[in-house]
Structures are given as C-alpha cells and as structure tokens.
C-alpha cells in the first residue's frame, strides 16, 4: 500500500468531519453524551485547514492528520484514519512520514484520551506519556 500525506483543501472537511465521528464517537458519548449540534460545533472550531493534511492509501483518502510545528517539536493535533482501514499499518507509515520530513530532529508530541485504545499504538512506536490530566494522556517520542 502507498501512504502519503496531502495539503487538506475546503472540500476535505465533510471527510474530515465524519473520519472524526467514527473514530470518536463512542468516546465522546462514554464520556460526555453525544449532542450532535456541539460535536459539529467543537469540530468547525478546531478542524484548522491550514494545519490539516489527508491520508491517502493507493490515492484515495483514508484518515487525516493536523499537526503544528513550531522550533522544537511536532504536535500531533489530530490522527484520525478510517475505521475500516485501521490495522493495517497505516498509522505506523504515517509516523514514518512525519519523522521523515522533519530531517531536524524533532519531538513528536500528542494527547490521547485516556479510554482510546490507540496510546498503545503510540507506546509501540515509541511515545512515553509526560503528564496527565482528567481525560487525556499527553506523550511525547524525541528524535
């Protein structure tokens, strides 16, 4: 399978929006219930375009990242990859892509909500948790 990663443009939002529903959820609706006019409320305020970049396998879409670098580290924003490819190593080229294009010896930093199965994806690849708060574990993986 080729993985890469592409710049989002507008019409990837409604993609984005329902990877974010099915991946999330059930974690939302375990942990808050589920209102759908606030789910796409929060999802509109922090879906940000320019910091956006679409997962494609063999060409077409399957997950989207948004991330924000700044002079020391990547901050991993948002993961997201499609219920029905999940598994299949992805998530794990995905990472290599990131690491990749860096070249500058950058963190990768993330939070991870307490109850997603993914922090141990994270752990496997490297992650160590840094801190903690009531939801969310926040892990960092140095260069």
Known sequence: MNISLRAACDEDFAFARDVYFATMRWIVESLFGWDQVREEENFARFFKLDEARIITADGRSVGWIQEQ?????????????????????IGTQVRTLLAHATNQSKAITLAVVKINPARHFYERHGFRITHEDQHKFYMRVDP
């Open 69 to 89: 670098v700044d002079g020391t580290r990547i901050n991993l924003g948002s993961f997201y990859v499609m219920p029905e490819m999940q598994r299949r190593g």
